[in-house]
Nanobody
Framework: VQLQASGGGLVQAGGSLRLSCAASGSILSISTMGWYRQAPGKQRELVAMRTNGGSTNYVDSVQGRFTISRDSAKNTVILQMNSLKTEDTAVYYC????????WGEGTQVTVSS
């Protein structure tokens, strides 16, 4: 499984960004897709995950601001990030779980004050 993320960038606090992650390869093995993030000097943390059945899980700090969705036809998972805060600044990593855990390259999200 290969994961290609896109959509990071620089935005002011209160703004929005949309991250996309396209999966290719052995996608039938994937049961869950989502996003982690890692800020400078901090451990990587789960941001949001979505199962094939539609169940979602969010870290408390993004609940109500971020929405994860999946475009099955395009094998893509999308993270819509609204009301962004400076503390959301991090490198965001797409991940997929199947036979094992797969990771995409990170995409930088920077939220300025």
């Amino acid at each position: 499984v290969q994961l290609q993320a896109s959509g990071g960038g620089l935005v002011q606090a209160g703004g929005s960004l949309r991250l996309s992650c396209a999966a290719s390869g052995s996608i039938l093995s994937i049961s869950t897709m989502g996003w982690y993030r890692q800020a400078p000097g901090k451990q990587r943390e789960l941001v949001a995950m979505r199962t094939n059945g539609g169940s979602t899980n969010y870290v408390d700090s993004v609940q109500g601001r971020f929405t994860i969705s999946r475009d099955s036809a395009k094998n893509t998972v999308i993270l819509q990030m609204n009301s962004l805060k400076t503390e959301d600044t991090a490198v965001y990593y797409c991940t997929a779980r199947g036979a094992r855990v797969y990771w995409g390259e990170g995409t930088q999200v920077t939220v300025s004050s």
